[in-house]
């Protein structure tokens, strides 16, 4: 599939919401949630080479393999707090839009806590003058 298909699928979906919405404004919230949702899985499907050149970048680079496993948990916590708050935002809860994108905002920390230890461990490390290794 691409971006031509996927743009096609978007566009016929926002205009079967913008009819719908005025009789069964329902049904145009489905549309948009529905229409989301097969477009992330599509992606999701289209970037499996993007993740597997990523993890041979990894191990090239000699790092563990945790630190590919938090990238892409936090490309999916971003993938999926933005689908949420744009499903909230196209039901005209923008208050409950900020809500979770806040919520991915600080999964993003608690997950990249690991990185944030392991930077200032490597730091005191270098500010006593010992060796990497």
């Known amino acids: 599939m691409n971006i031509v298909t996927i743009v096609g699928i978007t566009v016929i979906a926002a205009f079967l919401a913008v009819l719908l919405r005025r009789y069964y404004p329902e049904y145009a919230m489905a549309i948009g949630i529905i229409t989301g949702i097969v477009i992330l899985v599509v992606l999701i499907g289209m970037l499996s080479p993007i993740f597997i050149r990523l993890q041979t970048l990894l191990s090239s680079a000699s790092l563990p393999e945790e630190y590919g496993v938090i990238l892409f948990k936090a490309l999916g ?5 933005q689908l949420s ?27 990249a806590l690991p990185l944030f230890e392991k930077t200032a461990e490597l730091a005191v490390q270098l500010m006593n003058g010992g060796e990497l290794g």
């Not at 744009?86 to 999964?107: H, T, W």
């Open 77 to 81: 916590v971003s993938l999926l707090s």
């Open 85 to 111: 708050a744009d499903a909230c935002r196209d039901a005209g809860e923008n208050a409950m839009a900020e809500k979770a994108e806040l919520a991915g905002k600080v999964f993003l920390l608690i997950l």
